[in-house]
């Protein structure tokens, strides 16, 4: 199984960038799936997080700027991310938990992809 993601690059501050992430290569459901990112000399930290059902959590610093989304039938997940500053710059990873004829596979990564806001 694989998570493939995509969209980041350089945007100055206030601008927009969306990320997909969409996951492949076998056959199984996904409960949680989620944003996490890491900039330099920080531990990763969670930005996003959407269950199956929807249900949505986001970290403070984010709130009212970015809007997780999915779609389960493409196993994708999107991160849309508006007015970003310059502390959004990170590698940002998706995660998701994986489920296989019901029981847990495990917790899956993204290779991470670099979004950098300049000022």
């Known amino acids: 199984v694989q998570l493939v993601e995509s969209g980041g690059g350089l945007v100055q501050a206030g601008g927009s960038l969306r990320l997909s992430c969409a996951a492949s290569?076998?056959?199984?459901?996904?409960?949680?799936m989620g944003w996490y990112r890491q900039g330099p000399g920080m531990q990763r930290e969670l930005v996003a997080r959407?269950?199956?059902?929807?249900?949505?959590a986001y970290a403070d610093s984010v709130k009212g700027r970015f809007s997780i989304s999915r779609d389960n039938a493409k196993n994708t997940v999107y991160l849309q991310m508006n007015t970003l500053k310059t502390e959004d710059t990170a590698v940002y990873y998706c995660?998701?938990?994986?489920?296989?004829?019901?029981?847990?596979?495990?917790?899956?990564w993204g290779q991470g992809t670099q979004v950098t806001v300049s000022s």
């Open positions: 290569g076998g056959i199984f459901s996904i409960n949680t």
């Open positions: 995660h998701a938990n994986l489920y296989v004829e019901g029981a847990y596979e495990g917790a899956y």
């Open positions: 959407i269950i199956s059902g929807g249900d949505t």
